[in-house]
């Protein structure tokens, strides 16, 4: 943004003084004008009003924002109040300090906005306030000139305001917060770091209804549908808001339109400069800065980047990404713990990511914006020097990296109750990433995998309605990998199958389960035990279709062959007793079905233990019948 001086009274009061001067024709002769404009100090005019950007007409919202900046108390507080607006590149920390600003503008005598980015050209803003405020520094060593400034903030009687835009980190401002006086210090930085040097204020993005405002102020546009579905696609971010209604208002097009060549085109759109602000500072480049000073803390960073962004935006496991391949080696590059958290706390520190504790201290889980995640897939898709314009091998070596991740750390146990809230907690992240997979094609096999798992926790859970679909693309999946008959393939079969059985889609259970059965009779034999549990389905599907009769002769049949198979203990069995003692149940069969159902609990209690799954429902079951039998 550009930025105005509305008060900076000396170099023309200087050279007001300089034209009236006695020997002013002999100093310029001299070649000493220069040396001559330092010595001169003319004595100071106040107010002063100096670099603070010019003010935004489209400030929207931010009133919460805004009242925590009031300072308390009033201009003669003896203690300076210093605080630092942290948050992520783009998010509008400078406009919310540049809107105070000009608010209480006609509270400070002095108000002077420093650029913070590197020490270098702070410091040379900092000394130029010696003059400003009437302090002589001619012949001081700079840490003097500096120190002089700042001690001027700390004894004088002018009320002032000090800010340190888009500071580095508290390092670049050591030694030149002043700690006392009548005035007050904003820092803005997109490093979080400023516990013990300010009050921390976080500045989230944009509420919806701000941001539905700025977009529609900026396009010229009414609220509709598309411009509430839009801000949420930006992730309410206020720099990418700009300039999307900038581009609309410029080009003339629909914010329909605008969305869907956001979806379609989203480098090209999200690298497009914003009217009045930098040309180089775009959706594209914002976090540019923040990822290059990361990787320059911890060398990893970059790495975790790159896994979240092919994961669910929010509440992604700390723990996931300590994940260890078959051979126990880490599969996060050749990481250790320790690394991976120095990564994970640089990533925090320059707000690329948000992180939750527990009341310990430990990190639990990470977050990030749907932006950040974007722009990092766009980069991993840009053909490099090194690339033959192929966009697979960045984007396919984090997308599968991440798929692999969450693969390791979902519970292989879905039928076990104690595995179902990690389960759940990584759902969102399996939607996400099969997504990313299936789209670039990669580990299409841990894809496969980690659908089934997930479908599998759906159906135990009690979620069976929202089963099939994810067996269904899992199902595709191992067609296109494997074949239509290959083992793999007919064991996806049956577990669509069985999610159309759980989510009372019984006719469509039956129908491709007695395919399946057809099928593995036929590939694998009538003895295998793929055959035997596909028998045991179609039964199951017959039962609840109320075709008792056909299931019961097909149970007694899968008994019998499973106890000559596997044996009478083998769980598989077990599981076939209990099958067949529920239809005779069904069928009114109470003295049949009742110590059946006795022997299976007893079996279940002494093969696979009291607390296992099966044993605690097949007790559960025999509870139910024996209170009917009474």
Known sequence: ?????????????????????????????????????????????????????????????????????????????????????????????????????????????????????????????????????????????????????????????????????????????????????????????????????????????????????????????????????????????????????????????????????????????????????????????????????????????????????????????RSLLNAPNGDGEPLLGNADDLAISEAVAALAAYSLIDITRNNSGDITSLSTHRLVQEVTRIRHATPTDNDAGDDSSETQQWCGLAVRLILEAFPGDTADPDAWPAAQRLASHVLVVTDHALRHETELWAVSLLLHRYGNCLRNSGDPIAAPPVFERALAIDERLHGPEHPDTLRARGNLAGSYRDAGRTRDAIALQEAVLADTERILGADHPDTLRARGNLAGSYSDAGRTRDAIALQEAVLADTERILGPDHPDTLRARGNLAFSYWSAGRTSDAIPIEEAVVADSERILGPDHPDTIAAHQVLDDWSGGAD
Not at 85 to 113: I, N, P, Q, S
Not at 118 to 136: H, K, M, W
Not at 255 to 269: C, F, I, P, T
Not at 298 to 304: F, K, Q, R, T, Y
């Open 1 to 317: 943004m550009s930025t105005t001086n509305v008060t900076d009274p000396t170099p023309q009061r200087f050279t007001s003084e300089l034209r009236d001067h006695a020997h002013s024709e002999r100093i310029v002769q001299a070649g000493t004008y220069i040396e001559q404009q330092q010595r001169l100090v003319a004595a100071p005019v106040f107010p002063q009003f100096v670099g603070v950007p010019d003010r935004n007409p489209r400030f929207v919202g931010r009133h919460d924002d805004l009242a925590v900046l009031e300072r308390p108390g009033g201009s003669n507080d003896a203690t300076v109040i210093t605080q630092a607006t942290v948050g992520m590149g783009g998010v509008g920390k400078t406009t919310l300090a540049a809107e105070f600003c000009h608010r209480h503008r006609g509270d400070f005598e002095v108000v002077r906005w420093l650029t913070a980015e590197n020490r270098q050209t702070l410091e040379t803003q900092y000394q130029q306030i010696a003059s400003a405020v009437g302090l002589e520094v001619l012949g001081l060593a700079l840490a003097d000139v500096l120190a002089r400034v700042r001690g001027w903030f700390e004894t004088t009687d002018k009320s002032w305001l000090v800010v340190f835009d888009n500071a580095e980190s508290p390092a670049v401002l050591a030694g030149l917060i002043p700690t006392s006086g009548r005035g007050r210090v904003m820092i803005t930085s997109r490093h979080r770091q400023w516990a013990g040097a300010a009050q921390v204020q976080r500045l989230e993005v944009l509420d919806h209804a701000s941001a539905v405002q700025l977009l529609c102020d900026l396009s010229g546009r009414a609220e509709s549908v598309s411009a509430n579905r839009l801000v949420e696609w930006l992730g309410r971010l206020a720099l990418a808001v700009e300039q999307a209604g900038a581009y609309i208002a410029q080009t003339s097009i629909s914010v329909d339109g605008y969305e869907q060549h956001l979806q379609d085109r989203a480098a090209e759109l999200l690298a497009k400069p914003i009217p009045g602000v930098d040309a180089n500072v775009t959706v594209m480049t914002v976090w540019d800065t923040s990822l290059q000073r990361a990787a320059r803390d911890a060398p990893l960073s970059g790495n975790v980047l790159g896994v979240v962004a092919y994961t669910a935006a929010d509440d992604l496991p």
